[in-house]
């Protein structure tokens, strides 16, 4: 019923309106103890074969929500309980900020793509620190808390708004991700060269250790899928040097190729990430690089374009330990996290390999 749903109700309001409403009723189902307990029943990913073990935590599936959904860790219970094993919350910036105008969120109906705009609208890391602090999980998926430059601080002074964040947040994560590939933030794709980069990683790893000493907090840097491939190759190898845990590719592009909806209406829309279906293929083929890369010695999270069981299971061929999406779950509703966690299980159990962590990388180690 959802497509339909989708069609006569959301396609007739403002996206970022109806995003809000369709958070407000995640949230509104939590609150009421036998609903989001038949429900996350219902939802939740049940099969043994799919039994992640990632970061030091385990899941009972691959599948998560990517950052952007969201932003001020306000419904992490409502997506656990859609049956997303992993929530990344996000991106938080060390002062809240208000985002760009609207209108700056929009639909591509016919390519079932997003055009985003956003400019990391949240409340901040202190209010977001302080909410998770406050918090009293009804369900625990693994948190990912990812964070980003604040838009009105030089690109000079970044390290010192990431660390500020990363001392605030990093307590409350299980692993915290370095966004510096948003297009919607002038000049944060600067920080992905490896010259700008290296230090930046360094005082994040160091804020992390220093602000908590019982643990370590894995850190993942997320990059974009523009990327020239020497560049890629090189934050790979950056990653290995440091030690990082992880690389999340990819973020959302400027590029506008290959789309169905009309020219002259994608132009109007003007500039924003474009995330959604048309981002599929190069998204695989940055993992796919990455992994033939660096192999097993970090983690890589596949995110961009992933919309069916078919394509989370060829992003774990090439070399995804964890899997993310967030626009398909626009067009496709809210069993869309059972339908990916069902269909991988098929896929495994048609395989020759008896886990998901034999099956990682397989199609690039034998092509």
Not at 66 to 87: E, P, Q, R, S, Y
Not at 145 to 170: C, F, H, M, Q
Not at 266 to 272: D, K, S
Not at 314 to 323: P, V
């Amino acid at each position: 019923m959802y497509p339909l749903f989708f069609k006569i109700f959301f396609t007739r309001m403002d996206p970022e309106r109806a995003h809000h409403l369709a958070f407000g009723w995640i949230r509104g189902a939590t609150r009421v103890p036998v609903l989001r307990t038949f429900v996350a029943a219902a939802l939740a990913p049940h099969y043994p074969g799919l039994r992640t073990e990632v970061f030091g935590k385990r899941m009972h599936g691959p599948f998560g929500l990517a950052a952007g959904f969201d932003k001020n860790a306000t419904a992490i219970d409502g997506m656990a309980m859609l049956g997303f094993d992993h929530v990344e919350i996000g991106t938080v910036t060390a002062q809240p900020q208000p985002g760009n105008p609207k209108k700056r969120l929009f639909r591509l109906v016919k390519d079932r793509a997003l055009i985003n705009r956003m400019g990391f609208n949240n409340d901040g890391s202190a209010a977001v620190a302080a909410r998770l602090a406050a918090r009293k999980p009804v369900f625990k998926p693994v948190l990912g808390v990812n964070i980003g430059k604040t838009k009105v601080v030089p690109e000079a002074e970044a390290v010192a708004d990431y660390v500020t964040s990363t001392e605030r947040l990093a307590p409350h994560a299980d692993y915290l991700v370095v966004n510096v590939s948003s297009p919607n933030t002038p000049g944060l794709r600067n920080l992905q060269a490896v010259e700008h980069l290296r230090p930046l990683l360094t005082a994040v790893r160091e804020a992390a250790d220093r602000t908590v000493t019982d643990r370590r907090v894995p850190l993942l840097v997320k990059i974009a899928p523009d990327l020239a491939d020497d560049d890629i190759d090189a934050v790979a190898d950056l990653a290995v040097e440091l030690g990082l845990d992880g690389i999340i590719a990819t973020n959302t592009t400027i590029a506008r190729d290959g789309l169905v909806t009309d020219s002259a209406e994608v132009e109007a829309i003007g500039a924003g990430g474009l995330s959604g279906a048309p981002l599929k293929a190069r998204s695989l083929q940055v993992l796919r690089r990455l992994y033939a890369r660096v192999g097993d010695r970090i983690t890589l999270v596949g995110v961009g374009g992933i919309e069916t069981a078919d394509d989370a299971w060829e992003r774990i061929l090439a070399g995804a330990s964890l899997i993310q999406g967030y626009s398909a779950f626009i067009y496709q509703g809210p069993f869309w996290c059972r339908a990916i966690h069902k269909g991988l299980a098929a896929r495994l159990s048609a395989s020759p390999y008896a886990t998901l962590a034999d099956a990682v990388g397989a199609a690039v180690r034998n092509p």
